[in-house]
């Protein structure tokens, strides 16, 4: 979209984009938080090879839920 564009964009129309974009965030963030959780967690856990899986495909789908938010915001994943 360009700055023009953004220009005749109406007040309601900039408050949902807002409103979207904060929601986008929250998601961006709260995956952020469980990843981080769930890597903590992995590390503590030393014995117990299924819970070691299980939290292993947490990340592995935490990962690819936050480069799929990255890349549907025009950004790019590594």
């Not at 109406?10 to 952020?32: C, D, G, H, M, W």
Request: hydrophobic content about 35%; overall charge negative.
């Amino acid at each position: 979209m360009s700055t023009e564009d953004k220009k005749k964009l109406t007040p309601f129309e900039k408050a949902r984009l807002n409103i979207k974009k904060t929601a986008q965030n929250f998601n961006f963030y709260s995956s952020v938080e469980m990843l981080a959780f769930a890597i903590q967690t992995l590390n503590r856990i030393e014995d117990d090879l299924d819970e070691q899986g299980e939290m292993e495909k947490m990340c592995h789908n935490l990962i690819k839920e936050l480069s799929e938010l990255l890349l549907a915001d025009g950004g790019t994943w590594d």
